[in-house]
């Protein structure tokens, strides 16, 4: 116990902070591979080093080291790792942005040495952040996904799947970004809202209506419903494609609407996904007219050259002069666009590698998983659901993990690494043995390996997966991430479980909101409504930070920052600095009596409370429920034991007998779980009180399994409680200090309460419990005039009239007479004029009366 004039007056918690800070011991929350107990093992989401730990990242981080610290006080052997997910576009464009180059302009190699250096130097800054918001990060586990000892494994769990036929290359249409100059994925296809034109013109004597002219060099075929007569006859045959001149079939299929236009379209390779839908199950001819850089090629004749903007305007113009075109419309559109640059997708098909999604088997594992809030299983089901093609993992990019194969440049056949050689990188070496025709001549693979490759494996990496079988930490119980990568980050991770251990990847999933600015939209510079996490430590500090984030939203929900709440955070602390200080100067004035029997009311009373709020709390965390047990919290501190208890035992405090001990004792007992409860949430904060109350560190303690019943105690207790604060409302209301002496207060309640004087110390009065009935006589003891009406009838006489009324028997108060003699003379009564007022008698004194419920409480004032 320290003694209490080393108190500070106030929190400072720029000093707090920092001081624990400096202390605290990274080793303290390792996962301990020899433990005994029970595994809590997390798979963190690994950030996007992109040197700024933004604030969805903070809510997110904040929820898993709520767990985290919540688990280890309950006995887990908890690992809660801090990965890096280091490679992909973001990092390329930042580095040619620093350094005014093209990724062409360096050698491969140089380029990836300057993405790896801004990596490792926004990787420190944001460790930083880390460790200010105080979250207890087993950095003994920390992973980077560039570094040779990841991405090899990267490299073995291709292979792995390469081998058992999970991924497999193949020249199948992709979503291209022709900016970036990659294949993207599905998941990574970002959809716009945009006007274009539909352009009518004849195609041979058919109407076609389209948005891509330019893609009329790659049309393979002209589609038509087989119902719709006005086609009948021109089944089978083939329309010459206007400008360019080539034959194409006219084929049926029920997917035409007839409605659209003329109810006739064209295919081309490719417009959209329906048409690499219809290319495949019509078995058409394939002709790219596009490349990867998004000019023509020289399908387009002509046209060869031009980007596909420029080659829409000249074809359009070409049309008019032929007088094809018929007409335009303006049309409203979805327009898939690459998530990074924001230009739109186009369809190519390239020489990609592809993982196989085998929708029932990710579906049965996501079964097996615990949703948390329980609708996000559904997002996922969706998703599957409506999984058409294969996952593309080839990126024809410099930063991420290459693919590991070679080509003969013989036989074309496909030559791997031995896995003890991983790392490679198939660009820089050459394979060890000659290619099964003889030869030594190969060329290493360029493409590289989408990111997902990369983090999809991190739940793998965590529980020690080496290639062999399960691992030995394997499932691990948790995976916390935000509901915007359920279908990329948790579908692939499940999908790679699946193929690489035949089990689901964890036994959980808790799935966090996103943070909306304080306008209630989505933080974006342009908006200029984005909260940096250093800005809300630097002001209120770690605590408060965590606060908001607890208390935000319901877990999944997403929520909307407020400074209001950061500060209504803040002012928490300070109030319950307050407490803590009262508390253990009580507390410290001797030693504390443990054995002290409990018997006041307030005391029991406290301790059901307190026994109710620790239920509370602690199946809100078993259920991931942060705001509803941090509110529980709250409100005992504040509320129950501030407001109430403290107020009402304050007076005991001050005597020197065992109902003082029994104070102290309850006192200690409600602050020492208080400061475990709040470990999780404001860890700086708690740990302070905790080293002031026992000089231990709170991290170290079990969590709180205090249980306390007593049915009597809760229900008279919350009488009192509510009693003393009616009373102190009424002095309130009479402008009295609240500790001002009261006089007599009479309480009929209808049993007995014995409250061992606390009630009558902390209104400062003469209280008295019954049971019986109050008598009370209800007397006319005042008038009150209605000055207005008075004095605007009466004039002069105003003082006589109300010396008049004043002498009217208490009957006649009650229902005035229509006249009354005033200065002699009879004088009609106005409307309004007076009101009596109404006073109890108890026992021939005159007494104020409250009730509370049931119970009736009479003050006679001194
Ligand atoms: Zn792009
Ligand atoms: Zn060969």
Request: aromatic fraction near 10%; glycine fraction near 6%; include cysteine.
């Given at each position: 116990m320290v003694p209490?004039d080393?108190l500070p007056k106030?929190?400072?918690f720029?000093?707090v902070?920092?001081r624990?800070?400096?202390?605290?011991?990274?080793?303290?929350?390792?996962?301990d591979?020899t433990?005994?107990?029970?595994?809590?093992v997390?798979?963190t989401?690994?950030?996007y080093?992109?040197?700024?730990?933004?604030?969805?990242n903070a809510?997110n981080?904040c929820?898993?080291d709520?767990f985290a610290?919540?688990?280890?006080?309950k006995?887990?052997?908890v690992?809660?790792?801090q990965?890096?997910?280091?490679?992909?576009?973001?990092?390329?464009?930042?580095?040619e942005?620093?350094?005014?180059?093209?990724k062409?302009?360096?050698?491969?190699e140089?380029?990836?040495?300057?993405?790896?250096?801004?990596?490792?130097?926004?990787?420190?800054?944001?460790r930083?952040t880390?460790r200010k918001m105080?979250?207890s990060t087993?950095w003994?586990?920390e992973?980077?996904t560039m570094s040779?000892?990841y991405y090899?494994?990267?490299q073995?769990?291709?292979?792995?799947?390469?081998?058992?036929?999970?991924?497999?290359q193949s020249?199948?249409?992709v979503n291209?970004?022709t900016?970036?100059e990659t294949a993207?994925a599905f998941?990574?296809v970002?959809?716009?809202?945009r006007?274009t034109t539909?352009?009518y013109?004849d195609?041979?004597?058919?109407e076609?209506?389209?948005t891509?002219?330019?893609?009329l060099?790659?049309?393979?075929?002209i589609?038509?419903?087989?119902?719709?007569?006005r086609?009948l006859q021109?089944?089978?045959?083939s329309?010459?494609?206007?400008?360019?001149?080539h034959?194409?079939?006219?084929?049926?299929?029920?997917?035409?609407d007839?409605a659209?236009?003329?109810?006739?379209v064209?295919?081309c390779t490719?417009g959209d996904?329906q048409?690499?839908?219809?290319?495949?199950?019509?078995n058409?001819?394939?002709?790219k007219?596009?490349?990867?850089q998004?000019?023509?090629?020289?399908?387009a004749?002509r046209?060869k050259g031009?980007?596909?903007?420029e080659?829409r305007?000249?074809?359009?113009?070409?049309?008019?002069?032929?007088n094809?075109?018929?007409r335009?419309e303006k049309?409203a559109?979805?327009?898939g666009?690459?998530?990074?640059?924001?230009?739109?997708?186009?369809?190519?098909?390239?020489?990609?590698?592809f993982v196989?999604?085998?929708p029932?088997?990710?579906?049965k594992?996501?079964h097996?998983?615990?949703w948390f809030p329980?609708h996000m299983?559904?997002?996922?089901?969706n998703?599957?659901q409506q999984?058409?093609?294969?996952?593309?993992i080839?990126?024809q990019?410099?930063?991420?993990t290459p693919?590991?194969v070679?080509?003969?440049?013989?036989?074309?056949?496909m030559?791997?690494?031995d896995?003890k050689?991983?790392p490679?990188?198939p660009?820089?070496v050459?394979p060890?043995?000659?290619?099964a025709?003889g030869?030594?001549?190969?060329?290493?693979?360029?493409d590289v390996?989408?990111t997902w490759?990369?983090?999809?494996?991190?739940?793998l990496?965590v529980t020690?997966?080496d290639?062999n079988?399960?691992?030995?930490y394997?499932?691990?119980?948790?995976r916390?991430?935000?509901?915007?990568?359920?279908r990329t980050?948790?579908f692939?991770?499940?999908l790679?479980?699946?193929a690489l251990t035949?089990q689901?990847p964890?036994?959980?999933i808790?799935?966090?909101?996103?943070v909306l600015?304080e306008?209630?939209?989505?933080m974006?510079?342009s908006?200029?409504?984005?909260?940096v996490?250093?800005d809300?430590?630097s002001?209120?500090?770690?605590?408060?930070?965590?606060?908001w984030?607890?208390m935000?939203?319901a877990t999944g929900?997403d929520?909307?920052f407020?400074w209001?709440?950061v500060?209504a955070a803040s002012?928490f602390?300070?109030?319950?600095?307050?407490i803590?200080k009262f508390?253990?100067i009580?507390?410290?004035k001797?030693?504390?009596?443990?054995?002290?029997?409990i018997?006041?009311l307030?005391?029991?009373?406290?301790?059901?409370?307190?026994?109710?709020?620790?239920?509370?709390v602690s199946?809100?965390?078993?259920a991931?429920?942060?705001?509803?047990?941090?509110?529980?919290?709250r409100?005992?501190?504040?509320?129950v034991?501030a407001?109430?208890?403290?107020?009402l035992v304050?007076g005991r405090?001050?005597?020197q007998d065992s109902?003082?001990?029994s104070?102290?004792?309850?006192?200690?007992?409600?602050f020492?779980a208080l400061?475990r409860?709040?470990?999780?949430?404001?860890?700086?904060f708690?740990?302070?009180?905790y080293?002031?109350?026992k000089g231990?560190s709170?991290h170290?303690q079990?969590?709180v399994t205090?249980?306390y019943?007593?049915?009597?105690a809760?229900r008279?207790g919350?009488m009192i409680?509510?009693v003393?604060?009616?009373v102190?409302?009424?002095k309130h209301?009479n402008?009295?200090?609240l500790?001002?002496?009261?006089?007599?207060v009479?309480?009929?309640?209808?049993?007995?309460?014995?409250?061992?004087?606390?009630?009558g110390?902390?209104?400062?009065a003469d209280?008295q419990w019954r049971?019986d009935?109050a008598?009370l006589?209800r007397v006319?003891t005042?008038v009150?005039?209605?000055?207005?009406?008075?004095?605007k009838t009466f004039r002069?006489?105003?003082?006589a009239?109300?010396d008049?009324?004043?002498a009217?028997s208490?009957?006649?108060?009650?229902?005035?007479?229509?006249?009354i003699?005033?200065n002699?003379?009879d004088?009609?009564v106005?409307?309004?004029?007076?009101t009596?007022k109404?006073?109890y008698?108890e026992e021939?004194?005159?007494?104020?009366v409250?009730?509370v419920g049931?119970?009736i409480?009479t003050?006679?004032?001194k």
């Amino acid at each position: 116990m320290v003694p209490s004039d080393q108190l500070p007056k106030n929190y400072d918690f720029t000093e707090v902070e920092e001081r624990w800070r400096k202390t605290w011991r990274d080793a303290d929350n390792y996962f301990d591979k020899t433990s005994e107990k029970p595994r809590f093992v997390i798979d963190t989401p690994p950030p996007y080093p992109t040197g700024n730990f933004h604030i969805g990242n903070a809510l997110n981080w904040c929820y898993i080291d709520f767990f985290a610290r919540y688990k280890r006080m309950k006995g887990f052997n908890v690992m809660f790792p801090q990965g890096w997910d280091c490679h992909g576009l973001p990092t390329e464009v930042k580095v040619e942005e620093l350094n005014h180059i093209t990724k062409n302009d360096v050698s491969r190699e140089e380029f990836r040495k300057m993405c790896r250096d801004l990596t490792i130097r926004n990787i420190e800054a944001m460790r930083l952040t880390l460790r200010k918001m105080a979250f207890s990060t087993d950095w003994s586990n920390e992973y980077i996904t560039m570094s040779p000892k990841y991405y090899s494994k990267t490299q073995l769990s291709f292979l792995r799947m390469l081998a058992s036929g999970y991924i497999y290359q193949s020249e199948h249409p992709v979503n291209y970004c022709t900016r970036c100059e990659t294949a993207i994925a599905f998941a990574e296809v970002a959809y716009e809202d945009r006007e274009t034109t539909l352009n009518y013109f004849d195609f041979d004597g058919i109407e076609i209506a389209t948005t891509r002219p330019e893609l009329l060099a790659a049309c393979v075929a002209i589609a038509v419903h087989p119902n719709d007569e006005r086609f009948l006859q021109l089944n089978g045959r083939s329309k010459k494609v206007p400008i360019f001149g080539h034959d194409v079939p006219v084929i049926q299929d029920e997917a035409v609407d007839p409605a659209f236009g003329s109810g006739a379209v064209m295919i081309c390779t490719f417009g959209d996904k329906q048409d690499v839908h219809w290319w495949k199950q019509h078995n058409l001819a394939l002709r790219k007219a596009i490349d990867r850089q998004g000019r023509m090629t020289g399908v387009a004749g002509r046209y060869k050259g031009m980007n596909t903007a420029e080659c829409r305007t000249v074809i359009l113009a070409d049309m008019k002069e032929k007088n094809i075109l018929k007409r335009q419309e303006k049309l409203a559109q979805r327009v898939g666009t690459c998530w990074r640059c924001k230009t739109p997708i186009e369809i190519l098909s390239e020489r990609q590698w592809f993982v196989k999604i085998r929708p029932d088997e990710i579906q049965k594992a996501a079964h097996e998983i615990t949703w948390f809030p329980g609708h996000m299983l559904l997002r996922m089901e969706n998703w599957v659901q409506q999984m058409e093609w294969d996952w593309c993992i080839s990126r024809q990019r410099i930063f991420a993990t290459p693919i590991p194969v070679w080509f003969c440049t013989k036989c074309g056949e496909m030559v791997t690494p031995d896995e003890k050689d991983l790392p490679v990188d198939p660009t820089l070496v050459k394979p060890k043995q000659p290619c099964a025709c003889g030869s030594t001549e190969f060329h290493g693979e360029v493409d590289v390996l989408d990111t997902w490759m990369d983090s999809s494996i991190s739940v793998l990496n965590v529980t020690g997966w080496d290639g062999n079988g399960i691992p030995p930490y394997f499932p691990a119980q948790i995976r916390p991430q935000g509901h915007d990568i359920i279908r990329t980050w948790a579908f692939y991770t499940i999908l790679r479980s699946v193929a690489l251990t035949g089990q689901k990847p964890w036994d959980e999933i808790l799935v966090n909101g996103m943070v909306l600015g304080e306008d209630g939209f989505k933080m974006s510079k342009s908006r200029g409504n984005i909260i940096v996490p250093e800005d809300i430590l630097s002001k209120y500090g770690a605590d408060a930070l965590r606060q908001w984030g607890a208390m935000g939203a319901a877990t999944g929900s997403d929520i909307m920052f407020n400074w209001n709440d950061v500060i209504a955070a803040s002012r928490f602390q300070t109030k319950m600095w307050n407490i803590a200080k009262f508390a253990l100067i009580q507390i410290g004035k001797e030693d504390l009596d443990r054995n002290a029997p409990i018997t006041a009311l307030s005391d029991r009373w406290l301790l059901v409370r307190l026994s109710d709020t620790v239920e509370q709390v602690s199946s809100a965390m078993e259920a991931y429920q942060f705001d509803v047990a941090l509110k529980a919290i709250r409100e005992f501190a504040w509320e129950v034991l501030a407001d109430n208890y403290i107020e009402l035992v304050k007076g005991r405090l001050y005597q020197q007998d065992s109902s003082r001990k029994s104070a102290c004792l309850v006192l200690h007992t409600a602050f020492d779980a208080l400061c475990r409860m709040l470990a999780p949430f404001t860890p700086y904060f708690a740990e302070e009180c905790y080293s002031f109350l026992k000089g231990e560190s709170v991290h170290k303690q079990p969590w709180v399994t205090f249980t306390y019943d007593d049915d009597a105690a809760r229900r008279e207790g919350n009488m009192i409680v509510q009693v003393a604060a009616e009373v102190r409302k009424y002095k309130h209301d009479n402008n009295m200090a609240l500790n001002a002496p009261l006089g007599r207060v009479t309480i009929y309640a209808p049993h007995t309460v014995d409250d061992e004087g606390d009630t009558g110390r902390t209104l400062n009065a003469d209280v008295q419990w019954r049971t019986d009935v109050a008598k009370l006589d209800r007397v006319i003891t005042d008038v009150e005039f209605n000055r207005s009406v008075v004095g605007k009838t009466f004039r002069k006489d105003a003082q006589a009239f109300m010396d008049a009324v004043k002498a009217l028997s208490p009957a006649e108060l009650e229902r005035p007479p229509k006249m009354i003699k005033v200065n002699g003379a009879d004088i009609e009564v106005p409307q309004n004029a007076f009101t009596p007022k109404f006073s109890y008698m108890e026992e021939g004194a005159k007494v104020d009366v409250l009730t509370v419920g049931d119970v009736i409480v009479t003050i006679v004032k001194k």
